[in-house]
């Protein structure tokens, strides 16, 4: 007896991920990817997409590189990115928020597109939570210093709310993501009770700020929200928002041209 596969929609692209930035950020994306793909209908292997891997670990820190204290990461990011083009990727996620600070420089040097997580994180806002007008931001201090949330907010008419640069609430949340001893970063998978109390910390203050959600703004940081409940605010990680976008442009669902930055 032959078993019969579930009819499934034609892939007509193929997503080229550049992970390893942090080491946990493809794993939570391809977890997240598989996982929205089943919720879509998917029931056995061959029912979900193919994709092309590449875990960039060599990378400069990304934060590091935009504060001039680590080398630039626009020519790591085109190597990896220029491979996956000539591996067969039709279009490029990048599963690092901070490293979207070098948009510009590596999309003008790939022959594919790079599609960013802020515009589609704004526009999964805009969907998910129609009322929302005051969007709180954790993220790194590069993804802050280089706006990358702002800009993508202030464009849908919503207002951003995030720590200072600098400010003790900032040093904690970076410390949540970086710090030696119980940073994800350090810790992978196993998040610490220091971490997670940092975080629901952050996203408290953010509410008493006013904020109406707050967005995940760095791969760490999903991880670790996922594993606070409840939280103060409801959030959003756009390691999904940019899963559901690329089911959609490998099954022809979604246009390529409305999800570019400007």
Not at 81 to 103: E, K
Not at 169 to 176: A, G, L
Request: hydrophobic fraction near 40%; aromatic fraction near 6%; glycine fraction near 8%.
């Amino acid at each position: 007896m032959t078993l019969s596969l579930p009819i499934t929609n034609k892939q007509v692209a193929i997503p080229g991920i550049i992970g390893g930035l942090g080491p946990l950020a493809h794993i939570q994306f391809e977890q997240i990817l598989l996982d929205r793909s089943c919720q879509r209908g998917a029931t056995c292997d061959q029912a979900h997409p193919e994709w092309i891997l590449m875990n960039a670990t060599q990378t400069p820190d990304r934060t590091k590189s935009i504060k001039g204290m680590a080398p630039d990461c626009t020519p790591h990011l085109v190597k990896y990115g220029q491979r996956l083009q000539r591996a067969g990727a039709d279009f490029l996620i990048v599963t690092c928020n901070t490293a979207h600070a070098f948009y510009p420089q590596v999309q003008a040097q790939l022959g594919i597109p790079w599609i960013p997580l802020m515009q589609g994180t704004t526009q999964a806002i805009r969907e998910q939570f129609p009322s929302a007008r005051n969007v709180g931001i954790l993220a790194t201090d590069g993804t802050l210093q280089t706006q990358l949330y702002h800009q993508s907010l202030c464009r849908a008419g919503l207002t951003p709310i995030c720590p200072s640069m600098g400010s003790p609430m900032q040093r904690r949340v970076m410390q949540s993501i970086y710090h030696p001893q119980w940073g994800i970063k350090t810790t992978g998978a196993q998040v610490t009770d220091q971490a997670l109390a940092a975080l629901a910390h952050a996203t408290q203050w953010l509410k008493e700020q006013g904020a109406d959600i707050v967005i995940a703004g760095c791969t760490e940081l999903s991880v670790g929200l996922a594993q606070i409940e409840p939280l103060p605010l409801p959030w959003i990680d756009p390691l999904t928002a940019i899963a559901d976008i690329t089911l959609d442009l490998s099954y022809g669902d979604r246009a390529v041209h409305s999800l570019l930055a400007a």
